[in-house]
């Protein structure tokens, strides 16, 4: 029977995001650890490898496939109340102890994954995208493992999305290049981007590097694309003052109108000897964010146990604007235009255009594909 790595392998295609260095010889574009490959050899992520002095990138598969609220990626001010259809691949260029989905991410390197052969399904872009419609998923997500490293897949996808009236986002770590953006730009609408740590130690650690993630938020921005950040608060890891306040400043810097999702950490993966997240944390990072200017910031994965923040309010007026608990949403009091109905300030954001069609009420068990 052929190992995980094995079917991997024959679910590729040449990829688009790389240069030739010479007759055999490729640097991956991807994401930035820009690898350099040699025939026979594989990127840091495992599934991108130069065969033949040509760089094969993961293609026609999933090993997930279902409809999310558009609010569990998170995005709070991306079309709130859509159905997501979400789909993942294997693989990842970082290797956080505290991962969530490990058992995807590091499948081809932590034997404790499980993760088979028989949990890859084959499947085209098109089954994806009319699987979507028939669901009435109003955004294509690229999530559960890190977009980045298949984003040619994504970009096949993507595009017959487009076709379809869907918006796409990502949901990555943010360590990419200004040629993955560039190559991405015509098909993405939306980017949520973990900011993990001000540390370049800690990057180091994670596999990644500080300064690119930094880049991947400004760039992304600049460029034009909704950009909402999502910081794990971690504690003895992330969670002082100083450095919580250092990630809200930079933001601000970048724009106040970014979204900062400040989130409870749980015991998961290699990371099992540290205690969650107390609400009295995230509620200090939530000041933080609101002290460095912030317009909106979030606390998530407590639902109904950190007050008013998961909710949305006029930055101007303090009119409740979306009504949240976890996934669902109580209320939505958005006009078709993007504005407080109250003062009549811009919501930044990507707001559904018809504010009566916005789901609201609870949210059962992600609905995932029958193969």
Known sequence: MATLAEVLDEQTVPGQLFKKLDEKSVRCLACAHRCVLKPGQRGICKVRFNKKGTLRVPWGYVSSLQTDPIEKKPFAHFMPGSDALSFGMIGCDFHCDFCQNWTTSQALSEPASRMGPEYIRRVTPEQIIAYGRQTGARVIASTYNEPLITTEWAVDIFTLGKQAGMKCVYVSNGHATPEALKYLLPHLDGYKIDLKSMQAAHYRELGGKLEAVLETIQSAVELGLWVEVVTLVIPEFNDSREELWEMARFLTSVSPDIPWHVTAFHPDYKRKDV????????QLAAEVGEEAGLRYVYAGNLPGRVGSLENTYCPYCQAMLVERRGFSIAGYNITAAGRCPKCGT???????????????????????VSW
């Open 275 to 282: 205690h969650s997240t107390p609400v009295s944390t995230l």
């Open 346 to 368: 811009a919501i930044a954001g990507v707001w559904p255009e018809n504010p009566e069609d916005v789901n609201l009420g609870g949210w059962g068990l992600p609905r995932r």
